[in-house]
């Protein structure tokens, strides 16, 4: 394998792993609903479209935070999907229970949680959608603060992302049998 074969297939793996920061699915529920839910960005005059605006970005920002704290396992048959805990990976309607500290709630995982809260919300902003319907009044005075927020999120984000990557795996993900999450530095 040549340098420039084995540095793509590291970016390439590397690109792989953004779906755990911001989960795809997630996304498209809040690109599909958001038009349809704010009314096209038309919510003054229409408390309803601003609730259920409101609702959707509520519950798309919790789905990207509560993903980072999911993990799976396989057992060699079986693929198991939890949730990280204090002791382990809580596995819900399966015999098989993951004790192993490896497993193991850290400080890191609230971190990345918080980063892919604001990488959601920074997605949000930049939709011309919410941003007419909760502050019609910004998108007329083309407010650079609307630009340059999400750019500044990502970047920082990224950064975070990239020099303490996460152990988790996430739920989807194809996992090899008997394998242990990786080292993380967080």
């Known amino acids: 394998m040549t340098k420039d074969s084995s540095s793509s297939l590291s970016a390439a793996g590397e690109l792989a792993s953004l779906q755990r920061l911001l989960p795809t699915g997630t996304l498209f529920v809040f690109q599909c609903l958001n038009p349809v839910l704010s009314n096209n960005g038309c919510c003054h005059g229409r408390p309803r479209n601003k609730i259920y605006t409101s609702i959707l970005l509520v519950v798309c920002g919790l789905a990207c935070a509560l993903s980072t704290f999911t993990d799976s396992f396989s057992d060699g048959k079986t693929t198991y999907c939890g949730i990280a805990t204090t002791k382990g990976l809580w596995t819900s309607g399966s ?15 609230f971190v990345h949680a918080l980063l892919s809260l604001l990488v ?36 920082v984000s990224s950064l975070v992302f990239y020099l303490f990557p996460s152990k988790r795996r996430g739920i989807g993900h194809i996992v090899a049998a008997a394998s242990a999450p990786e080292t993380s530095a967080v």
């Not at 015999?95 to 995982?109: F, H, I, N, P, V």
């Open 95 to 109: 015999t098989e229970k993951k004790d192993d500290s490896s497993y193991a709630l850290e400080a890191g995982d």
């Open 120 to 155: 959601f919300a920074a997605v949000a902003v930049l939709d011309n959608r919410t941003v007419e319907c909760f502050f019609p009044s910004l998108l007329s005075l083309e407010n650079t603060f609307l630009i340059v927020l999400p750019v500044v999120i990502g970047a």
